[in-house]
């Protein structure tokens, strides 16, 4: 069956495409390199020993995403990654985020609506939830007021999904990520950051490196045990299984409803200072650190309920924190050597 992945040479997206190949479907990608490299291609290939399909294209743009569906008429199933994803920069460039976010999603989905059968997997997130007022978070959650424009796209994305699905022939699945870390065992693909990077484990390791000269923590005066922010870090190859675990549930006609919601992560909540420990322990590097002004956008806590997940989708997170960050770290000094 052929699959379209949708920003499948950035970050998940890339560990997802190795999944579906191991798993024997034909991968075609779309990805516009705004925040990835043409060079993730080779590590995919060098893991699986299969070369995706890739096409660069930029989804804002209706006509092309038009053509693309009218050449690959035998698309069984769509899982789309493709959209900015840093909170910080959504607040200080939303319209990007809004165009990125939401345009492309419609076009898809445009175009999957005339399709007689659609099976579409979104790549959303817990910024849905914003503060939580119950930890950990279950998908019968309420959805807070968004915290930042980037929060804001992925819950209006999951309102657009719902809304189509009533009226259409597509069956979705939106899976709920909380904080994806790590690379792939072999370090043939990691996180790739442009510029500086936005995520803490990325930033952890070009310090750990000596790329960057300190890391800055963004607050110790949450109420919090340290202070610092907890979130669920979950490592990414788990994630990306979670991904194949999803769509192979559709494609088998599985799926209770026309929507369906899971949380993904592992259910442990680690605090910033915890990671930075944490990271020390497994590389042998002291980490060089400063505590500056809270973030605007950021929330206190966020750590998931994977309940339904385990037992819905007979998936859970393998990976410990300390396993997850020694890959990052393999990965970063792979990159650099």
Known sequence: MKILVTGGLGFIGSHTVVELQNEGFEVV??????????????????????????????LREKGSVQDFFQRHTDIAGVIHFAASK??????????????????????????????????????????????????????????????????????IGEEIITDVTKVTNINAILLRYFNPIGAHSSAEIGELPIGVPQNLVPFITQTGFG????????????????????RDYIHVVDLAKAHVVALQRL???????????????????????????????VSGQKLPYKIVDRREGDIT???????????ILGWSAQSTLEESLASAWKWEQKIRS
């Open 86 to 155: 840093a909170v910080g920069e959504s607040v200080e460039n939303p319209l990007l985020y809004y165009e990125n976010n939401i345009n492309t999603l419609v076009y898809i989905l445009h175009e999957l609506q005339q399709k007689p059968e659609a099976n579409f997997i979104f790549s959303s997130s817990c910024t849905v939830y914003g503060q939580a007022e119950k930890m950990p978070i279950t998908e019968d959650a309420s959805i807070q007021i968004a915290m930042s424009p980037y929060g804001n796209t992925k819950q």
């Open 211 to 230: 790329l960057r000269k300190e890391l800055s923590v963004y607050g110790d005066d949450y109420p919090t045990p340290d202070g610092t922010c907890i």
């Open 301 to 311: 806590s966020a750590y998931a309920n994977t309940d339904k997940a385990n037992t």
């Open 251 to 281: 494609l088998n006609k599985k799926n209770a409803a026309k929507v369906e919601t899971f949380n993904l992560g592992t259910g442990t909540g680690s605090s910033v200072l915890e990671v930075i420990h944490t990271f020390e322990k």
């Open 29 to 58: 990608i779309i990805d516009n390199l705004s925040n990835s490299s043409e060079e993730v291609l080779k590590g995919i290939v060098a893991i699986t020993g299969k070369s995706p399909v890739f096409e660069k294209l930029d």
